[in-house]
T-cell receptor, first 113, second 110 residues
Framework: DTEVTQTPKHLVMGMTNKKSLKCEQH?????MYWYKQKAKKPPELMFV???????INESVPSRFSPECPNSSLLNLHLHALQPEDSALYLC????????????FGQGTRLTVV | GQNIDQPTEMTATEGAIVQINCTYQ??????LFWYQQHAGEAPTFLSY????GLEEKGRFSSFLSRSKGYSYLLLKELQMKDSASYLC???????????FGKGTRLSVIA
């Protein structure tokens, strides 16, 4: 199994809603990442979890709240988002934060209305 | 700081060869990666270079020169399905995650 699975694939939410994005991998990877990608732009790193601990937060607003319940799962909790937060949210994992490639999930296309 | 530079757009003909260049300036270096991304889809890993030289994988090859801070991705026998964005990404020293360049949008035409 070399997949990173993200759910849902598409999400439309209002600015007062609370929703969660989910990511799962069963490759035994110990580093997991959230990236945000706007159209025609490269992925921008948001958060990194290493061995289930938050190791990097790229100054992301608190309306985005990551959670790593166990080594296979990574969530991103969303609350009080703005329309400019609409983007493709990508989850990725790698064996460690070291010299291995990252495997990406298919992403969640988020629209905030 | 980190700076990764690649051309914004390129066009090439089906069956031809295209070279996509990437230059980088980082405080450290622990590997350079190339990813392919079709519109609306996730990036998929293509290649990894950490030592100088050429890595070949089928129709795709990637080259690295660490002293010049330079890499290229070479695509041979281009197919229409190769139309995509190609992202150059660099890992700094230590346990830092990938930093992506802005990507090169390649259009393959008949």
């Amino acid at each position: 199994d070399t997949e990173v699975t993200q759910t849902p694939k598409h999400l439309v939410m209002g600015m007062t809603n609370k929703k969660s994005l989910k990511c799962e991998q069963h490759m035994g990877h110990r580093a997991m990442y959230w990236y945000k990608q706007k159209a025609k732009k490269p992925p921008e790193l948001m958060f990194v979890y290493s061995y289930e601990k938050l190791s990097i937060n790229e100054s992301v607003p608190s309306r985005f709240s990551p959670e790593c319940p166990n080594s296979s799962l990574l969530n991103l909790h969303l609350h009080a988002l703005q329309p400019e937060d609409s983007a493709l949210y990508l989850c990725a994992s790698s064996q460690g934060q070291g010299r291995t490639e990252a495997f990406f999930g298919q992403g969640t296309r988020l629209t905030v209305v | 700081g980190q700076n990764i530079d690649q051309p914004t757009e390129m066009t090439a003909t089906e069956g031809a060869i295209v070279q996509i260049n990437c230059t980088y300036q980082t405080s450290g270096f622990n590997g350079l990666f190339w990813y392919q991304q079709h519109a609306g889809e996730a990036p998929t890993f293509l290649s990894y270079n950490v030592l100088d030289g050429l890595e070949e994988k089928g129709r795709f090859s990637s080259f690295l020169s660490r002293s010049k801070g330079y890499s290229y991705l070479l695509l041979k026998e281009l197919q229409m399905k190769d139309s995509a964005s190609y992202l150059c990404a660099v890992r700094d020293l230590g346990n830092t995650p990938l930093v992506f360049g802005k990507g090169t949008r390649l259009s393959v035409i008949a």
